[in-house]
């Protein structure tokens, strides 16, 4: 294993240090428990919006705290949920009276440790909704997950609904848009590495020079199939495929197509499989009128990419381009 770190044991509590000193203008950071949150929280009258689990998916959850996005991220462990006190106390960090919105991957130990923290609020007098992120096409249930997992599709419904939240929207209209961005996103993905977690020091599971996993998960988790490499072009259409199959789109549908990396692969080649998944969209008529490509919710140094596709209107565009600065998302600002 080589790795730029000193103590696997440190990594976690090393790195939010080292986020706090590089964007100390838009985040703070408290230690004890270990939370996020953005440098004004709490807003007052808006609706707080908190996000997080385990660490090893840069910049996913952290890099997205910000005006116009998350108010708190929590991080736990590398692919380990936080425990409930760090949830609860970056909750009441951003109630700023408006009540808070727990945006949760379907994991099971981020949704039971979520929901423990939201009890725990309630009962301290701080309303708060959950929606759960579940846009993976790949698998019903898996080795982390009763039902679909929370993958690529996080991202987009933490930009959205953080512009709802941003304008002003009620508790029940953020949740709403939130849980609609979910209802509307698909993603599939694939890994032609494994990744190596610090702290066991060796690969989370095998692929011979030859394979990659069709359907990968966050963590590691396995897909739907080991096949041979093929092109880029014919992965993008494996994909895609049971992407465009499950809401299902159709033609005349606008959509966002996402192109994500795992964490291990180069922009050139994000862009090659978005150039190739934009034409296989457009033979059947479904219009990409937003995009983002670029390594945003991660597995480590996987090397490998996930495809989200949205179906937008008119409401989800005009969030979307919102304005947001973040550390790693910003436009508009």
Avoid at 246 to 269: A, K, Y
Avoid at 280 to 307: C, D, F, P
């Amino acid at each position: 294993m080589k790795k730029l770190i000193n103590d696997p044991k440190n990594v976690v509590s090393e790195a939010v240090a080292g986020f706090a000193v590089a964007h100390g203008d838009i985040i703070t950071v408290s230690s004890d428990p270990t939370y996020i949150v953005r440098a004004d929280a709490p807003v007052s009258g808006k609706v707080g919006l908190v996000s997080g689990g385990g660490s090893g998916h840069e910049p996913l959850h952290g890099g997205f705290v910000g005006y116009g996005m998350l108010d708190a991220a929590v991080p736990g462990a590398v692919f380990t949920s936080p425990t409930p006190d760090p949830i609860l106390a970056a909750t009441k960090a951003v109630d700023g009276g408006a009540g808070v919105l727990h945006i949760v991957k379907n994991y099971t130990g981020d949704v039971l440790n979520f929901e423990t923290a939201a009890d725990l609020a309630a009962a301290d007098g701080v309303e708060v909704r959950t929606v759960i992120v579940n846009d993976d096409v790949a698998v019903q249930d898996s080795l982390y997950t009763a039902g679909r997992r929370g993958v690529g599709g996080t991202v987009l419904v933490e930009k959205i609904t953080g512009a709802a939240a941003e304008r002003g929207d009620s508790l029940d209209r953020v949740a709403e848009i939130a849980q609609k961005v979910n209802d509307q996103v698909r993603t599939m993905g694939v890994a032609l590495t494994p990744c190596v977690v610090p702290h066991a020091g060796e690969p989370s599971f095998t692929l011979a020079e030859d394979e990659i996993e069709i359907g990968i998960g966050i963590h590691g988790e396995p897909g739907r199939e080991r096949i041979k490499l093929e092109p880029v072009d014919a992965i993008v259409e494996r994909l895609l495929t049971p992407i465009i199959d499950d809401i299902p789109f159709t033609s005349g549908d606008r959509v966002l197509l996402f192109v994500n990396g795992m964490g291990g692969t180069p922009q050139i080649e994000l862009y090659i499989a978005y150039r190739h998944a934009a034409a296989v969209l457009a033979q059947k008529g479904i219009e990409v009128t937003r995009s983002l490509v670029g390594n945003y919710i991660t597995s480590l140094e996987m090397q490998g990419m996930s495809i989200s596709v949205l179906r937008l209107d008119d409401e989800l565009v005009e969030l979307w381009d919102a304005p947001v600065h973040t550390a790693a998302l910003r436009w508009g600002r």
